[in-house]
């Protein structure tokens, strides 16, 4: 069973570093691309960017290009979505979700449980 | 950047009803890359077609979508108690990817 675990819900102040993960498991994670996606409360869905953990190349939206880094662990199964500075317009549930197939070709087939980020002095 | 409306914001219909959900695109989605999403409150999103018109793994025959260019349809033959969610379309044609801003259909 394909399953993605993302890590627990976080609270963090303005200006403080942040690395939320995601765990696959019960199909072959290097050979998948992963992605992110933003859910702003009480918003849409936006999407953030992709890697392929096989070698790490990475496709990011130009909206988040430079805010926030997408990477992956192949050998742990596990990919990670980073921010160097948190700002109050940070608040969202994040979520992991797999591409349906091997190419770059945007359906995302599974989803993790979502990641909520609290951003507070 | 494709921007995608979704129309109507919200409908109000009754279990068993036909439910009619439309995604406009402000320019043609190449290949007629097109995906339906079903959200429900405190959950991820859940695909339910893609391609414009193949259902996902496991998705009930009662959802079905249409179109191409820029007008896509996902239909609901006969809405069952846990259809009542918020559905949003997502075009993967061109780089952003990007999502509508999602119809709520609510129990009337």
């Known amino acids: 069973e394909v399953q993605l675990v993302q890590s627990g819900a976080e609270v963090k102040k303005p200006g403080e570093s942040l690395k939320i993960s995601c765990k696959g498991s019960?199909?072959?994670?290097?050979?998948?691309?992963i992605g992110w996606v933003r859910q702003m409360p009480g918003k849409g869905l936006e999407w953030m960017g992709i890697i392929w953990p096989g070698d790490s190349d990475t496709r990011y939206n130009p909206s988040f290009q430079g805010q926030v880094t997408i990477s992956a662990d192949r050998s742990i199964g596990t990919a990670y979505l980073q921010w160097s500075s948190l700002k109050a317009s940070d608040i969202a549930m994040y979520y992991c979700?797999?591409?349906?197939?091997?190419?770059?070709?945007?359906?995302?087939?599974?989803w993790g449980q979502g990641t909520l980020v609290t951003v507070s002095s | 950047e494709i921007v995608l409306t979704q129309s109507p914001a919200t409908l109000s219909l009754s279990p068993g009803e036909r439910a009619t959900l439309s995604c406009g695109a402000s320019?043609?989605?190449?290949?007629?890359?097109l995906a339906w999403y079903q959200q429900k409150p405190g959950l991820a999103p859940r695909l339910l077609i893609y391609?414009?018109?193949s259902r996902a793994t496991g998705i009930p025959d009662r959802f079905s979508g249409s179109g191409s260019g820029t007008d896509f349809t996902l239909t609901i033959s006969r809405l069952e108690p846990e259809d009542f969610a918020v559905y949003y379309c997502?075009?993967?044609?061109?780089?952003?990817?990007?999502f509508g801003q999602g119809t709520k259909v609510e129990i009337k």
């Open positions: 320019q043609s989605v190449s290949s007629s890359y």
């Open positions: 391609d414009a018109s």
């Open positions: 019960g199909y072959s994670f290097s050979n998948y691309w």
């Open positions: 979700a797999r591409l349906r197939a091997a190419a770059v070709i945007g359906v995302y087939d599974y």
């Open positions: 997502q075009q993967y044609g061109s780089s952003p990817w990007t």
